[in-house]
């Protein structure tokens, strides 16, 4: 899935791994808008060498996404996805799922450095 001229990172076999999983939840929750922005960050991860920048960036809003993050603001959208999701759905534990082990590849792949703090810093 990925051709680029650096090793690719734990993060770039997770999001191989698991790019149908994170496009459906994506989906799910943030609506098309969403699903193309997880498919401009697997293009980001196929393209840039760094993890900084951008593609941090682009993988912090999707564990933010995946985190349910956002979802307690009426006035962004995951607020309404979320609430049409069934509690008791099997779709929310896979999220869970998800958003825990994005977090652990991209911790792994930048030394310790965590989505949400990364995401942080591109907002300041």
């Known amino acids: 899935m990925f051709d680029i001229p650096t ?30 922005q997880v498919q ?3 293009e ?4 840039e060498h760094s993890l900084h920048g951008r593609a941090g960036r682009d ?5 933010d996404l995946l985190s349910l993050a ?8 995951e607020a309404a996805y979320f609430a049409a999701l069934d509690p008791a759905s099997p ?6 799922l998800l958003a825990d082990e994005l977090r652990e590849a991209f911790e ?3 030394a310790g450095q965590s ?10």
């Open 59 to 63: 993988v912090s809003a999707l564990h």
């Open 44 to 47: 980001t991860l196929r393209t």
């Open 108 to 110: 792994e792949a930048c």
């Open 40 to 42: 401009s960050l697997f």
């Open 7 to 36: 090793r690719p990172t734990c993060l770039h076999h997770y999001v191989e791994k698991h790019a149908e999983a994170l496009q459906n939840a994506a989906l799910l929750l943030g609506g098309r808008p969403a699903l193309k």
């Open 70 to 77: 956002h979802v307690h603001d009426p006035s962004r959208p």
């Open 115 to 124: 989505p949400r703090g990364n995401h942080e810093e591109g907002h300041k």
């Open 91 to 96: 779709h929310v534990e896979e999220i869970c």
